[in-house]
């Protein structure tokens, strides 16, 4: 029953999937490839705020949870095969899976946690430790994310996780 509310997806690598400006009506369930959840800035940089692998749940939470138009941007990293539950299919779920509830909440839980780590590292971490602390929380993502991502999610630029590597690999 689960997954008739669900509808399979596959999208291309770099594939814009929620935009900024848009209300969220779509939560992601990831079965193959990466996803990233980032901001853009004034000047047009690219922040990443939290990469998405197998097996996890990827939207624009603030946008999809209070249907505004929100501050993030959805964007395939690689080619990515989607379970993709919209927002009345959610609601659907929850009446009729009341179990799906919990399951959505652990997920909500999660995605906080993770947030409040990456926050708490910024403000506690050098950008070498954030690094060293992203290459053991996320062996499976060094070579599979592109250099520039990891380092706005680190919030370094790309020339100083170069030097960053390269001090690890000397060392």
């Given amino acids: 029953m689960l997954s008739s509310f669900f509808v399979e997806r596959t999208v291309d690598a770099k594939t814009l999937l929620i935009h900024q400006d848009q209300i969220a009506q ?25 990469i998405f692998s197998e097996n ?23 080619s990515c095969s989607l379970l993709v539950l919209n927002r009345d ?7 009729k899976l009341p179990k799906t509830n919990m399951i959505m909440r652990k997920v909500i839980e999660q995605r906080f946690i993770s947030s409040q780590r990456l926050l708490a590292s910024y403000i506690l971490k050098n950008p ?22 990891i380092a706005s999610f680190l919030g370094i630029t790309s020339v100083s996780l170069s030097r960053i590597r390269k001090r690890i690999s000397n060392s």
């Fill in 56 to 78: 996890m749940f990827a939207s624009c939470l603030e946008s999809f949870i209070q249907q505004t138009s929100g501050n993030q941007n959805l964007e395939t990293v690689e």
């Fill in 89 to 95: 299919g959610l609601e659907q779920l929850y009446k």
């Fill in 128 to 149: 070498q430790q954030r690094y060293e602390q992203f290459v053991s929380d996320y062996p499976h993502l060094i070579q599979r994310v592109p250099q520039y991502v």
């Fill in 26 to 50: 779509e939560i992601y369930f990831i079965q193959s490839g990466l996803a990233r959840l980032y901001y853009q800035t004034e000047n047009r940089d690219q922040v990443t705020a939290f």
